[in-house]
């Protein structure tokens, strides 16, 4: 029988610190790379609460790179608006050869960016579908879901298949009881998860609006499926076919969960930096060089940094704005 797999994860907070938790209730071996919450972390743990079980831990906490021991696999669970976090992954993973990095983040070509900072290290993207939130200092509260799909990144942008690498983490995520699906593509992958995101973070921020808000009212409803839309034809620029019923499936889903306010919004609405670079910038760059414009989309995106610059909190990663000094207690998703 394997030894149990060692992880390492950059971003203690909603997404990472439920990631991490669960994972070491299913006996893995999970070290923290933290700087806000580290000597909270050192001084009482990590606390989960979670439908899927309460865990609370004392898990070895580091403050930097350079303490980490061996480790399988980095995650990178802070937001894409931290440059220093995937430094900090991306150097975990350099100096430890063998260890993958299993980016969970939103947004295109997040893997691109580690892959640049670790060459010759094999880069996963994961898009995890959760609802959880940091409540406090080593504090997490997940309220719902929690499955993550993870592909391989390659540098040409082809399909990796299911490799070695994937079958581990998934099958990792499965023991911890969050679920874990491998996709073959992971660039179809993150195409299939913008539908989502691309309409509903920024409409929410726009139009004030939680999820069930936008679903009841037919005007926005027009404005989600038009975006839909648009991220369609963003993924055919770059050769992937998302089926026209898989944006009906997004709205009925939607329309069937649980009300919350998306992770854009609750960053909005503490003041923090928007991922508007990796949501709305990323693939509005892609279909432009493949000829494709996306006027939707595009008039989305100026509204967000509009709003966000009005509100001192920047629109991309390595902003100014403030940052919130109480949690939010609003569902979020991922």
């Not at 972390?41 to 439908?51: F, I, M, T, V, W």
Request: aromatic fraction near 4%; charged fraction near 20%; include cysteine.
């Amino acid at each position: 029988m394997a030894p149990p797999r060692r992880y390492a994860v950059v971003g203690v907070g909603g997404v990472g610190g439920l990631y991490a938790a669960r994972l070491h209730a299913a006996g893995c071996e999970v070290h923290l790379v933290a700087r806000g919450d580290a000597d909270a972390l050192e001084a009482d743990g990590l606390h989960l609460s979670s439908p899927l079980g309460d865990v609370a831990a004392r898990l070895p906490v580091h403050r930097g790179p350079a303490t980490v021991p061996e480790v399988d696999v980095v995650v990178l669970a802070a937001k894409t608006t931290s440059p220093s976090a995937r430094a900090t992954a991306a150097e975990v993973a350099r100096d430890r050869p063998g260890a993958s990095v299993l980016v969970l983040q939103n947004g295109l070509g997040v893997e691109a960016r580690v892959a640049g900072l670790a060459p010759g290290a094999t880069v996963l993207g994961g898009m995890a579908f959760v609802c959880s939130q940091r409540v406090g200092p080593g504090r997490i509260e997940h309220l719902d879901f929690g499955r993550v799909t993870v592909g391989e990144h390659r540098d040409d942008l082809a399909p990796a298949g299911i490799t070695p690498a994937v079958e581990a983490v998934v099958a990792d995520l499965e023991a911890a009881g969050v679920g874990g699906v491998a996709a073959p593509d992971l660039v179809q992958g993150r195409w299939e998860k913008l539908v989502w995101n691309v309409p509903f973070n920024g409409l929410a921020v726009v139009l004030r609006a939680r999820t069930d808000e936008l679903v009841a009212d037919p005007a926005a409803v027009v404005l989600v499926r038009t975006l839909m839309e648009e991220v369609r034809a963003g993924a055919a620029a770059q050769g992937r076919a998302i089926a026209p019923g898989f944006v009906d499936r997004m709205v009925r889903a939607t329309a069937a969960m649980t009300p919350y306010a998306p992770s854009m919004r609750l960053d909005f609405d503490a003041g923090r930096d928007m991922e508007v670079d990796a949501i709305y910038g990323a693939p509005l760059a892609a279909a432009r060089a493949a000829g494709v414009d996306l006027p939707a989309t595009a008039v989305l995106a100026a509204q967000l940094r509009f709003l966000g610059a009005q509100a001192g909190a920047g629109g991309g990663e390595g902003g100014t704005g403030p940052r919130a000094t109480k949690p939010s207690h609003s569902r979020s998703t991922r």
